[in-house]
Every structure is written in structure tokens, then in C-alpha cells.
Nanobody, 125 residues
Framework: QLQLVESGGGLVQPGGSLRLSCAASGFTLDYYVIGWFRQAPGKEREGVSCISSSGGSTNYADSVKGRFTISRDNAKNTVYLQMNSLKPEDTAVYYC??????????????????WGQGTQVTVSS
């Protein structure tokens, strides 16, 4: 069964850091574009960051540029989102998604074919 599982969310103070992980089971991520998305209560889903299958191309939302870094370890079948200098406005449920054939720009704009269940990130003092 094809599955994506996010982990690493939690409560952190403003200025703190978290690293989210997206692990795949039932399929290999090698040929998939992976994206991180988030949705806060009452807001639309936002594409946060996306990475190509090789890792050579990435895309970031303007709101997280310079603070978040996406990476992937295909040997571990896992994609990461390192989040630094977190702000209260980063509070949301974070989801990872996978699509087999797309660009990082299209992925971040429209989402993926397969989705994880999400992990809550709360930034608060």
C-alpha cells in the first residue's frame, strides 16, 4: 500500500527550529517530485517547498525563503523540511505530497497525487 507519513511536528517557540520528515512506504520516492504544503485554520492550503526527483531543483514560497530548506535522501526514501527562525504565522498542519511527473513549480502550485496525513506545527511562546 502506497503511503506517505510525516513526522517531526510539535510546539516550538518563535525563533526556534524543527525538522519535518516525510517517509514513503509501498513505493520508492526516487522518481517523484515531493512537496511540502501547509494549511492553517481558515486559510487556503499553501505550497511551502518542493524538490525534484534528483534533488537538483527546488522551489520555495516567498514567506519561507531563507528560513526553510528542503532536502531528500533517496536511499532512506525520505524527504526533509528543515525549518529555522520559525514565526507564529508558520503555525499550520504540514503535509507532504508526491507526484511522478511534474515540475517543482507546478507541484507547489497545484499539489500532488499522493498525500500524507499531516503533522501539526505550532509556533508560540
Amino acid at each position: 500500500q502506497l503511503q506517505l507519513v510525516e513526522s517531526g511536528g510539535g510546539l516550538v517557540q518563535p525563533g526556534g527550529s524543527l525538522r519535518l520528515s516525510c517517509a514513503a512506504s509501498g513505493f520508492t520516492l526516487d522518481y517523484y517530485v515531493i512537496g511540502w504544503f501547509r494549511q492553517a485554520p481558515g486559510k487556503e492550503r499553501e505550497g511551502v517547498s518542493c524538490i525534484s526527483s534528483s534533488g537538483g531543483s527546488t522551489n520555495y514560497a516567498d514567506s519561507v525563503k531563507g528560513r526553510f530548506t528542503i532536502s531528500r535522501d533517496n536511499a532512506k526514501n525520505t524527504v526533509y523540511l528543515q525549518m529555522n527562525s520559525l514565526k507564529p504565522e508558520d503555525t499550520a498542519v504540514y503535509y507532504c505530497a508526491a507526484s511522478p511527473v511534474t515540475t517543482v513549480q507546478a507541484m507547489c502550485a497545484s499539489g500532488g497525487r499522493y498525500w500524507g496525513q499531516g503533522t501539526q506545527v505550532t509556533v508560540s511562546s
